[in-house]
C-alpha cells in the first residue's frame, strides 16, 4: 500500500482523520447509528451520537458476534479471519476518490450467512473502486440472534416492531449515506446497493420494501435472490427452540453478548436447516413475502445486476458420500423429500451424469440460479431493467480447482486481480451508468457468461430448472 498521510473531514456528527494516500482518502469505523447496546439492544438503530474534537478513522471497528468461520476446507483463505468483536458494531467505512466529485456511490452488505463477516475483511478494500471514481461504503450491522431474533416472540408486546434489526441496520446505514456522503464527494442521487452471497440476498429483499425508497437507485446482487425468507410463524417456532435454551432466563437486557452467541451456537447445531436465521416478513417492514411484491409489480424499479457461479455449490457436494439421502441441512428452500424425487427425474432423463455432477446441478439451481432467476423474470414481466450473468472462470489452484465455486467471483467484482476482461469493469460501469454491457433479460431468457470473455445465450441448464417447475 502506497505511504499515507492524514486527512480530514467535518461531518455534521464531528470531525474525522482518515488516510490518504494522494489518489484514495479511506475513513474507517464510522458510526452510522448509536451503539445498539443496553436499553438499545434488541431495537431498531437511532441516529449516531455527535462526538467533540476529531475522532480517528484509521482503524477498523470491531465486527458483529459471531462464530468462528472455518470455511469449506481447513485453511480456507476465503474464511473471514479472526477480528476483534463487539455488539457495539454499527459503523461503516468510506473510500472515497481524492478529487472534488461528484461520484457515484457504491454501498456494500458483505455476505456469511446472515451470521459471520464484516467489512475488515481484506476483499473489500474499496480502494479499487475509488480509484475508478466511485465512492464505495462498506456496511457492518448485527448478525445473528441479535440481528434477526424476533424480540417481540421474546420479550412480549414492549418489543414490537423489533424484527428484521439486521435489515434496518442496512436501511439506517443507507439514510446515513444520503445525509453524509457529499461530504466525502459522492452523489447521494446516484448510490448502488451491492452485496454478496447472504448480502445479496439482503439487497434483494430490500429492493421489496417501502422503506427503501429513494435510498438508492440501482442494485448488484452476486448469488442472492428474494426468497430466502421466513414467514414470522417460521421465526417464531425457532426462538421457541432459543427459549429453553436460556433467553428468558434475564430477558437478555444485560446478558453480556457472549452469552447470547453461546445459545445461539447450541440453537444452531440443533437446527435441520442451513439458514435458520433468516429475515423474516409479516411485519412492518415486511408485510409479505418479497418474491410476491416483484410478481404484484411493487417493487423499487430500479436497474439491476443478478449474478452467480457455476459451481455455485461444489463444496457442499464434495463434502457427500455416494447414495446418501438429501439433508435438510444442505437445502435452501425445498425438503429433502422434494429434491429425492426430482433427482430421480433428472436420473431417469440423464444417466450420462454421474451422481455427484446430478447433485452439483440440483442445489446450485435451488440454492442460486432458480431465485435470481425468478427475480429476473418477475422484474422483466414489469419493465424493471434486469441484466443476468453466469460466472464460469474455474478456481486456478486449491480443492476447488476446475470449478466456478461460490464467491469465485467475488474478488474479480474487486479487482483482484486486474484481468483483461474483468467483473470489476463491468461492475464499476454498471455503478457509473447504471447498466450492463449486455442485452437486458427479457422473455428469450438471455444472460452473460463471463470466462475468458463475455458471452451472450440462454441457460445450458433449462432442462434442469424444468424440473422444478412443479415446486416453484
Known sequence: MPATEAAEIALPQGRLRGRTDGLVNRFLAIPFAAPPVGARRWRAPEPPQPWDGIRDAGVFAPVAPQPRDEGFFPGDPAAMPARPMDEDCLYLNVFAPS???????????????????????????????????????????????????????????????????????????????????????????????????????????????????????????????ADTVF????????????????????????????????????????????????????????????????????????????????????????????????????????????????????????PDLDWRRRRLLLLTAEEYELPSLRLARRRAMHGAPTWVYRYERPQPHGPFAGYSTHLSDLEDAWGIPAREVDLHGIVCDFVTRHEAPWEAFNERSRLAFIGDGVQCGSHPDRDIHALFEDWN
Open 231 to 350: 414467514p414470522a410463524e417460521t421465526a417464531t417456532r425457532f426462538i421457541e427452540d432459543v427459549v429453553p435454551t436460556g433467553a428468558a432466563e434475564s430477558r437478555w437486557g444485560d446478558a453480556p453478548w457472549e452469552r447470547i452467541l453461546a445459545v445461539q451456537e447450541a440453537v444452531l447445531a440443533r437446527a435441520r436447516k442451513r439458514f435458520p436465521l433468516r429475515p423474516v416478513y409479516g411485519q412492518s417492514l415486511l408485510p409479505v413475502a418479497p418474491i410476491a411484491v416483484v410478481e404484484a409489480g411493487q417493487a423499487l424499479p430500479v436497474p439491476m445486476l443478478l449474478g452467480s457461479c457455476r459451481d455455485e455449490c461444489y463444496p457442499m457436494v464434495v463434502r457427500q458420500e455416494p447414495n446418501q439421502p438429501w439433508a435438510d441441512a444442505l437445502l435452501g428452500h425445498l425438503s429433502q423429500e422434494q429434491m429425492a424425487e426430482i433427482e430421480a427425474k433428472l436420473a431417469g432423463s440423464r
Open 99 to 225: 478529487g472534488p466529485g461528484p461520484f457515484p456511490v457504491l454501498v456494500w452488505l458483505h455476505g456469511g450467512s446472515q451470521l459471520i463477516g464484516g467489512t475488515s475483511r481484506p476483499v473489500y478494500d474499496g480502494a479499487s473502486f475509488a480509484r475508478n471514481g466511485i465512492v464505495c461504503v462498506t456496511v457492518g450491522h448485527r448478525l445473528g440472534l441479535l440481528g434477526l431474533a424476533d424480540a417481540e416472540s421474546l420479550f412480549g408486546e414492549d418489543y414490537r416492531d423489533t424484527a428484521n434489526l439486521m435489515l434496518r441496520d442496512q436501511l439506517a446505514a443507507l439514510r446515513w449515506v444520503q445525509s453524509n456522503i457529499a461530504f466525502f464527494g459522492g452523489d447521494p442521487q446516484r448510490v448502488t446497493l451491492g452485496g454478496e452471497s447472504a448480502g445479496a440476498k439482503n439487497v434483494c429483499v430490500l429492493t421489496t420494501t417501502s422503506a427503501a425508497r429513494g435510498l438508492f437507485h440501482a442494485a448488484i446482487s452476486m448469488s442472492g435472490g
